[in-house]
């Protein structure tokens, strides 16, 4: 089936740590995007990206970095930049180019994230 | 700038009644608009959309919403809920500034239907 896949489901980062979320679509969607869940704050979008290799700040990418080497792949760096990361966090896909903006986006099962 | 807003946090009903989830929006042309499900520690589902066409757009699970331009609204509705219908509803509306490339959520609100 496919679907996007997000890892770990649970993760805990330490005082000055850095940590990487991965996402992994099997969609053949050429958009990826990265959004933080907060309660009461629905979804805040943080990167997104529209094709390999190509990327775009979303409205809260300050102490976040992404990389899109590959159209599966698109894992989100926390950095130790990032001063409050508890959050929950959601990875999304849909097809691309212009017209297709009609097309729901698909969302992976997210990646909830603490401090320790 | 492109906005949506879910006037209501919470939403409360009876099984068998039927549900309103509220949804306004605000956009500088024609809109994209959609409503995502969640269910706890879960990603969004897609329920359905609006595009062009019919004011009323029916989706999964028995829902469906009514496009109306006049008051800017997408309200989400059911015939009769049901208990596991509970859970956070999310309307967007896409950002056609953008390319479409970005969506506007809002603040999701929370259904609990009880039995």
């Known amino acids: 089936d496919g679907g996007i896949t997000q890892s770990p489901k649970y993760l805990f980062r330490k005082e000055g740590q850095n940590v990487t979320l991965s996402c992994e679509q099997n969609l053949n969607h050429d958009a990826m995007y990265w959004y933080r869940q907060d309660p009461g704050q629905g979804l805040r979008l943080i990167y997104y990206?529209?094709?390999?290799?190509?990327?775009q700040k979303g409205d809260i990418a300050e102490g976040y970095s992404v990389s899109r080497e590959k159209k599966e792949s698109f894992p989100l760096t926390v950095t130790s930049a990032q001063k409050n990361p508890t959050a929950f966090y959601l990875c999304?896909?849909?097809?691309?180019?212009?017209?297709?903006?009609?097309?729901?986006?698909?969302f992976g099962d997210g990646t909830r994230l603490s401090i320790l | 700038a492109q906005s949506v807003a879910q006037p209501e946090d919470q939403v409360n009903v009876a099984e068998g009644n039927p549900l309103t989830v509220k949804c306004t929006y605000s956009v500088s042309g024609n809109p994209y608009l959609f409503w995502y499900v969640q269910y706890p520690n879960r990603g969004l589902q897609f329920l359905l959309k609006y595009i062009t066409g019919d004011n009323l757009v029916k989706g999964s699970y028995g829902f469906e919403a009514e496009f109306n331009k006049s008051q800017t609204s997408f309200h989400l509705k059911k015939p009769s809920a049901l208990v596991s219908d509970s859970a956070l509803y999310f309307c967007a509306v896409r950002d056609i500034g953008t390319g479409g490339f970005k969506t506007i959520f809002g603040a999701g609100t929370r259904l609990f239907v009880k039995a």
């Open positions: 999304a896909s849909s097809i691309s180019v212009g017209g297709f903006g009609n097309q729901p986006q698909h």
């Open positions: 990206s529209q094709i390999v290799n190509d990327f």
